[in-house]
Structure formats: C-alpha cells, structure tokens
C-alpha cells in the first residue's frame, strides 16, 4: 500500500525553466509533507517543506504547493539550473502514533539540460 | 554537509554474517530514525529513537535491532544476514518527535553489500 505516490519517475527540462515535481498521498492524516533532494551515494538533502494548514510555501527557487482536497503537492523550480540534476522524494509524516516516520515516494529523476 | 554522521561508508560481508552499522546526530537533536533503501522498496521507516527509547517502529526485521546510547548515538544491527538485506542504510536525525513537523537531517549512508 503506497501512501506517498512519483507517478513520473524521470522529468527533463531546460537550464531556466520551470521544473514540476509531482506528488499524490492517499492518507488523510499526514499533516507535513517535505521534498527531498538525493545525489547518488549521497544521502537526501532537505530541500523545502509544508506544513497542512497552509497551501504553499517558498524559499529561493523552491516552491511547494499543497492541495489538501486533492491530496496533491508539487514542487516548482524556478529557474531551473543544471545543478538541480538529482532524484527528487517526496515524503510525509503525521497521523496517529507513527508521527516521527516519513513515508517516501518513489522518487522522481530531475535532468536539466544546459 | 547534514551534520549527521555515519560510519563505515561501505561494508561488504557473508550471508549469515553480523555487522552494526553507526549514527551520530547532528548536535542538539535528540531523535534518531533508521531508514533503509533498496532498488525495489525505495526508502523504507525502520525504526525511531528519542533520547535512548524506542519511538516507532516501522517494517523493520526480527533479526534487526537498535539502540540509542546515552550519548545520542546510534547502533543498528543486522544479524543473519541474506542477500536480500544488500541496500543502503541511512540515518536521520531531528530536535524532537513531539510533533510531526519536525525536519529529519539524513546521514550520508551506509552501502552493506552481502554476498
């Protein structure tokens, strides 16, 4: 049962464009949700986060959008640089007593083209 | 540069083997959580620690065991190793689990290799 659903495992986009990241959850529990940023043989980066009372929030380049009646995030690069080139994860936490967990996504790999 | 570390980086061993891998949270958290990534699971919740107990516990093997010490490191065993159990591990560590909006820091991993 995945929670936390990437359903594009790979996005190319031009150096300076904006870069859509796309994420779906199924419970209605999670109350924060993040976006993280992974290079390989490296650990996730926290990159942004959302708290579930608010509807977006942005920092630089980076901006999460959360739509609560759809249980749908996404994360907006802008604009996009060949140093964002990595797997980007979505993940949630909240609901019940397993409040300290993140359940992740799949990831979705994030090419930017010079 | 996270401020959480791991030891070793890559660690290559037997099935039916024992190994502990390490933690070291960043200073001042006090929570410690265990994830593990393999190619076709993603990155899974093992187990959570705060100041020395157990949190939470997610869809982590009889034969895997943690522990938080007194000095806000943390082990996790993994014993009786199968090839299955070949992933990276990582680590990850926040102020609190009080609430859910508390941002995990991740360690850069560990690669166990079992052969």
């Known amino acids: 049962d995945q929670q936390v659903k990437q359903n594009s495992p790979s996005l190319s986009v031009q150096e300076g464009r904006i870069s859509i990241l796309n994420c779906d959850y199924t419970?209605?529990?999670?109350?924060?949700f993040l976006w993280y940023k992974k290079y390989p043989a490296e650990g996730p980066t926290f990159l942004i986060s959302?708290?579930?009372?608010?509807d977006k929030n942005e920092d630089g380049r980076f901006t999460v959008f959360l739509n609560k009646s759809a249980k749908h995030l996404s994360l907006h690069i802008v604009p996009s640089q060949p140093g964002d080139s990595a797997v980007y994860f979505c993940?949630?936490?909240?609901?019940?007593?397993?409040?300290?967990?993140?359940?992740f996504g799949q990831g979705t790999i994030l090419t930017v083209h010079p | 540069d996270s401020g959480v570390t791991q030891t070793p980086k890559h660690l290559i061993t037997a099935t039916g083997q024992r190994v502990t891998l390490r933690c070291s949270p960043r200073?001042?958290?006090?929570?410690v959580y265990w994830y593990q990534q393999s190619l076709d699971q993603g990155l899974q919740f093992l187990i959570q620690?705060?100041?020395?107990?157990?949190?939470a516990k997610g869809n982590i093997l009889e034969r895997f065991s943690a522990q938080q010490f007194p000095d806000l490191h943390s082990e996790l065993n993994l014993s009786s190793l199968e090839l299955g159990d070949s992933a990276l591990y990582f680590c990850?560590?926040?102020?609190?689990?009080?609430?859910?909006?508390?941002?995990?820091?991740f360690g850069p991993g560990t690669r166990l290799t079992v052969l």
């Open positions: 990850a560590s926040s102020v609190s689990p009080s609430k859910s909006t508390d941002t995990q820091y």
């Open positions: 419970n209605s529990m999670f109350d924060y």
């Open positions: 959302i708290s579930s009372i608010k």
């Open positions: 993940a949630a936490s909240g609901g019940g007593t397993s409040y300290g967990k993140l359940t």
């Open positions: 200073s001042g958290d006090l929570s």
């Open positions: 620690y705060y100041n020395g107990e157990e949190r």
